[in-house]
Structures are given as C-alpha cells and as structure tokens.
C-alpha cells in the first residue's frame, strides 16, 4: 500500500488563483480529513467526509470546497487563492472502527 | 474552550539523555489521547493511543502517561537518538467524532550529539 498520497508537494499561487490539491489513499479507508497547519499552531481541520458523497465542514471551511466522488479520493480546492491561504496542507485517512489515523506527506502552499 | 497546550514549546537534549514532553488539556469529556511524531517536512505519524480507562502505553523508547484526574499527559523518551530530532504533537479526542481532534501546537525537540 502506498498509503495517503498528496500532490503537489509545493506550490506557489498568485493571489486570485484556483487550485485543486490531490489527496488519495489505496487502504480503503471511509473517513478522510484536510487539515491545514500553520507556524505555531496545531492543526485545524478543513472539510471531512465520513464516505463517498459526502463531506462537512469542519472549524476553518472558508475559502475552501471538497468533494469525494469515490472511496479513494478527496480533493481540496481552493477558487480564489489569498495570502491567508498560505500553509502546509494535510490529507489524513482512518479506517472504521479504528483510531489510527494516517496522514499524507503535506502540500507547502504560497500565495503571494 | 475545549484546548490542549504543551510544553516546551523547544527542547534541546543530548544524544543519550531521557526527557519528558507535557501536554495539559481541558477536553471533556474524552474519548482518547494521541500522541504523533513529525519529521520536519513530513506528515504526523502516530506513536500512542490512550483511551480514557488507560494510564500508560509505551512503543518502543516512548512511554505515554494519562492522568485524566489532572487532565495531564506526558509523554518520556528514553536513551534519545538522533533521529528523535522531531516535534511531538498532543492529540485529544472528544467524545462525539473523529471529526473534533483537538491538536496541540507541538514540542519541538532537538538531539544534539
């Protein structure tokens, strides 16, 4: 298993910019997070989805939009990029049942 | 406010020593614990799991203790390598949903040589 993938690994946007950032894993795994961790900060979780079509936001949503079409995948993607977007992005899977949770490489994101 | 806070925010030890990462919550109520390692530039992985019944789980060289009296946890690295070198992430759990982790802002520890 390759586990939780994410690309790009980096990324610079112009302010204005849309994005879409990948996140799949091959484990199976019915919840699926996006988080966003700043300097000094914890991680604050985006948008989640309990299972293919369906997603909810979680404690920072706003600028953002999901969609999880299939088991596998659930892209985040940004419409109208803004300098408070900038920040590493986390992908995380857990399987049901379990607490483990599995998290992606990260993507570094900049917009200037 | 459901926060978790650790401290240090940095640790420098030598390679060899033993330390111990603090993290205070005031979460509740809680379903688990976690604690994650992160390499710089990489994804949290995690090294423990404690529900609320637990007191104390080990993986290796790290030992995490719960107090939910307290609503402290810590976690112990013993005989530090090199390749501790890593921030250490605190992780609660409230009752009601994965969706709810309540992330710590991290210890960052450095093992010198």
């Known amino acids: 298993n390759a586990g939780v993938t994410q690309t790009p690994k980096f990324r610079i946007l112009k302010i204005g910019q849309s994005m879409t950032l990948q996140c799949t894993q091959d484990?199976?795994?019915?919840?699926m997070y996006w988080y966003r961790q700043d300097p000094g900060m914890g991680l604050k979780l985006i948008y989640y989805s309990v299972g293919a079509g369906i997603t909810d936001k979680g404690e920072v949503p706003n600028g953002y939009n999901v969609s999880r079409s299939t088991t596998e995948d659930f892209p985040l993607r940004l419409e109208l990029a803004a300098p408070s977007q900038t920040s590493v992005y986390f992908c995380?899977?857990?399987?049901?049942?379990?607490?483990?949770?599995?998290f992606g490489p990260g993507t570094r994101l900049t917009v200037t | 406010k459901n926060q978790v806070e650790q401290s240090p925010q940095s640790l420098i030890i030598l390679e060899g020593k033993n330390c111990t990462l603090q993290?205070?919550?005031?979460?509740?109520?809680?379903?688990?614990l976690r604690w994650y390692k992160q390499d710089t530039g990489r994804g949290p992985v995690s090294l423990t799991i404690m529900t609320f019944s637990e007191n104390t789980k080990s993986n290796g060289r790290y030992t995490a203790t719960l107090d939910a009296d307290t609503k402290q946890s810590s976690l112990h690295i013993t005989a530090s390598q090199l390749s501790d070198s890593a921030s250490y992430i605190c992780?609660?759990?409230?009752?009601?949903?994965?969706?709810?982790?309540?992330f710590g802002a991290g210890t960052r520890l450095a093992v010198h040589p």
């Open positions: 484990m199976n795994h019915n919840y």
């Open positions: 993290c205070n919550y005031t979460v509740s109520p809680f379903s688990n």
């Open positions: 995380a899977s857990i399987p049901t049942g379990s607490y483990e949770q599995y």
């Open positions: 992780v609660v759990s409230p009752l009601g949903g994965y969706n709810k982790l309540i």
